[in-house]
């Protein structure tokens, strides 16, 4: 790590391809081999929205996963990156038109399409292009996953997907549903009698798409949210998604053939966190779904899953530089001693956006082990934010001066992807780090920012530009 620290400087983010590959190859031949036991095919797409960038795309290509994208951006790293774009799926709750017509264009295997407005787009899109577009319907199962309220996805009250509760009168979706329900009266929904009997809006999406010359309805899709440890939740919504698919099979005739559950598996980023193997956790998922489907007498459809955090986050350590240190009192004979480094929340904002923690280990520039005493710490960044806060409760030794070096492990996913410029700093070199014949290899896969590439799209009026006030 200190080697690493000395040649490419700090913050520095740290990706060991190694464990990016096994562990993706990981869940690919886990679910594979569970899901063959029930007798049908999965594919593994990996969740792009976690970490992407062209190196990484080409390690998700070799190693037989598929990609999920959740923007153009993501879509054109993936192409990019050479992954061939019937592996590919467009996710998004706010598509623009010409993210779907590049999709199309491209022949990108499925676009997830997440609200009745999108329906009509992606026809009328297809249509002018003269194709079929390859849909995918995502659903809210009103499953309520024991995580943060900001990565959990499949509850009711929140913006992805189209619920499988059927649509009451009184709700704000009852004039769209009314449109489309001619049988319904307005005497009926005055006097409430049609509460019950109005379809839900998963339904009336797979009314829409089914009826469309220029849509290929291939299946439902669903995502409970993120960083979930039970495998319960991923069961529960299996049985819900799958009793929609034989409603419709009843209602319309029509077999769907492939059912996505997403990820949202939880990683380790603290000794309190229990992860489950990737193996248990889809032996746990072939079950739920052969029984549901034996239960429903419905064939089990072609499966996937979207793992992104479980992937890369162990993949990721972030190494960052000590700066000053300060000693504040807690309360009464208890103090806390602040270490600050020389990044922050604009190379990882999930603490202060979720709540998250993490750990941390010394990596000492000598190569020797402290023998400090533990003290009671809390690792801040350098922003100018009192809740710029890297990991939150820990122990460092006493001994810890300014240059010591720190590696906060876990940092794979979410923190490259969603880092920023807050204050003006620029974004740190990302590093793949891999092992060739029994020697370490390091090489830069993403090139840190200087100050000329933050002003490089900026305009500035010479100094003594009129404009200027004083000038």
């Given at each position: 790590?200190a080697?690493?620290?000395?040649t490419?400087?700090?913050?520095?983010y740290?990706?060991?391809?190694?464990?990016?590959r096994d562990?993706?190859?990981?869940?690919?031949?886990?679910?594979?081999s569970?899901f063959s036991?029930?007798?049908?095919?999965?594919s593994?797409?990996?969740?792009?929205?976690?970490?992407l960038t062209?190196?990484?795309?080409?390690?998700?290509?070799e190693?037989?996963l598929?990609?999920?994208?959740?923007?153009g951006?993501?879509?054109?790293?993936g192409?990019?990156?050479?992954?061939?774009?019937?592996r590919?799926?467009?996710?998004?709750?706010?598509?623009?038109?010409?993210?779907?017509?590049?999709?199309?264009?491209?022949g990108?295997?499925?676009?997830?399409?997440?609200s009745?407005?999108?329906?009509?787009?992606?026809g009328?899109?297809?249509r002018?292009?003269?194709?079929?577009?390859p849909?995918?319907?995502?659903?809210?199962?009103g499953v309520?996953?024991e995580?943060?309220?900001?990565?959990?996805?499949?509850?009711?009250?929140?913006k992805?997907g189209?619920?499988l509760?059927?649509?009451r009168?009184?709700d704000?979706?009852?004039?769209d549903?009314l449109?489309?329900?001619?049988?319904?009266?307005?005497q009926?929904?005055?006097?409430?009698?049609a509460?019950?009997?109005l379809?839900?809006?998963?339904m009336?999406?797979v009314s829409?798409?089914?009826?469309?010359?220029?849509i290929?309805?291939?299946?439902?899709?669903?995502?409970?949210?993120s960083q979930?440890?039970a495998?319960?939740?991923?069961?529960?919504?299996?049985?819900?998604?799958l009793?929609?698919?034989?409603?419709?099979?009843?209602?319309?005739g029509v077999q769907?053939?492939?059912?996505d559950?997403?990820?949202?598996?939880g990683?380790?980023?603290?000794?309190?966190?229990t992860?489950?193997?990737?193996?248990?956790?889809?032996?746990?998922?072939?079950?739920?779904?052969?029984?549901?489907?034996?239960?429903?007498?419905?064939?089990?459809?072609?499966l996937s899953?979207?793992?992104?955090?479980a992937?890369?986050?162990?993949?990721?350590?972030?190494?960052?530089?000590?700066?000053?240190?300060?000693?504040?009192t807690?309360?009464?004979?208890?103090?806390r001693?602040?270490?600050?480094?020389d990044?922050?929340?604009?190379d990882n904002?999930?603490?202060?956006?979720y709540?998250?923690?993490y750990s941390?280990?010394?990596?000492?520039?000598k190569?020797?082990?402290?023998t400090?005493?533990?003290?009671?710490s809390?690792?801040?960044g350098k922003?100018?934010?009192?809740?710029d806060?890297?990991?939150?409760?820990?122990?460092?030794p006493?001994?810890l001066?300014a240059?010591?070096?720190?590696?906060?492990?876990?940092?794979?996913a979410?923190?490259?992807?969603?880092?920023?410029?807050?204050?003006?700093l620029?974004?740190?070199?990302?590093?793949?780090?891999?092992?060739?014949?029994?020697?370490g290899?390091?090489?830069v896969?993403?090139r840190?920012?200087t100050?000329?590439d933050?002003?490089?799209?900026?305009?500035?009026?010479?100094?003594?530009?009129?404009?200027?006030p004083g000038?």
């Amino acid at each position: 790590m200190a080697k690493l620290a000395e040649t490419y400087g700090t913050p520095l983010y740290v990706i060991s391809e190694d464990t990016f590959r096994d562990r993706a190859r990981g869940f690919r031949e886990a679910f594979e081999s569970a899901f063959s036991r029930v007798g049908t095919e999965v594919s593994v797409y990996f969740a792009g929205k976690s970490f992407l960038t062209p190196e990484v795309v080409r390690w998700v290509r070799e190693e037989g996963l598929n990609l999920d994208t959740a923007s153009g951006g993501e879509m054109a790293c993936g192409l990019r990156g050479g992954m061939d774009p019937a592996r590919m799926a467009l996710h998004g709750n706010n598509k623009s038109a010409a993210e779907i017509t590049r999709a199309l264009d491209a022949g990108v295997g499925r676009i997830v399409v997440d609200s009745l407005p999108e329906i009509e787009l992606v026809g009328r899109l297809a249509r002018t292009l003269g194709v079929t577009a390859p849909v995918m319907l995502r659903v809210t199962p009103g499953v309520h996953a024991e995580t943060h309220d900001f990565i959990a996805t499949a509850h009711e009250d929140q913006k992805f997907g189209m619920s499988l509760a059927p649509a009451r009168a009184t709700d704000a979706q009852a004039a769209d549903a009314l449109a489309d329900d001619s049988s319904v009266s307005t005497q009926d929904v005055a006097d409430g009698s049609a509460a019950a009997e109005l379809p839900s809006a998963a339904m009336r999406a797979v009314s829409a798409c089914v009826a469309h010359p220029n849509i290929d309805l291939q299946g439902i899709h669903c995502h409970i949210g993120s960083q979930i440890f039970a495998a319960e939740g991923f069961a529960q919504a299996a049985e819900r998604v799958l009793t929609f698919m034989a409603e419709v099979r009843e209602k319309f005739g029509v077999q769907l053939p492939q059912l996505d559950l997403g990820g949202g598996y939880g990683i380790a980023y603290t000794e309190a966190d229990t992860p489950r193997p990737a193996q248990e956790i889809a032996d746990a998922l072939a079950q739920a779904v052969q029984g549901t489907c034996r239960l429903l007498d419905f064939p089990v459809p072609h499966l996937s899953f979207e793992p992104g955090r479980a992937i890369v986050g162990p993949a990721g350590i972030t190494l960052y530089t000590v700066g000053t240190l300060k000693a504040v009192t807690v309360e009464p004979g208890q103090a806390r001693r602040y270490v600050s480094v020389d990044g922050g929340m604009s190379d990882n904002p999930r603490p202060v956006l979720y709540g998250a923690d993490y750990s941390v280990v010394v990596a000492d520039a000598k190569g020797g082990l402290s023998t400090g005493d533990p003290v009671f710490s809390r690792v801040v960044g350098k922003h100018c934010e009192s809740g710029d806060i890297v990991v939150n409760t820990t122990y460092l030794p006493s001994d810890l001066t300014a240059g010591d070096l720190l590696a906060v492990p876990a940092t794979g996913a979410y923190c490259w992807a969603l880092s920023s410029n807050y204050n003006w700093l620029p974004r740190p070199t990302v590093v793949a780090v891999r092992t060739v014949d029994g020697e370490g290899q390091s090489r830069v896969i993403v090139r840190g920012e200087t100050e000329d590439d933050l002003f490089a799209r900026m305009s500035v009026e010479p100094a003594d530009s009129p404009d200027v006030p004083g000038s």
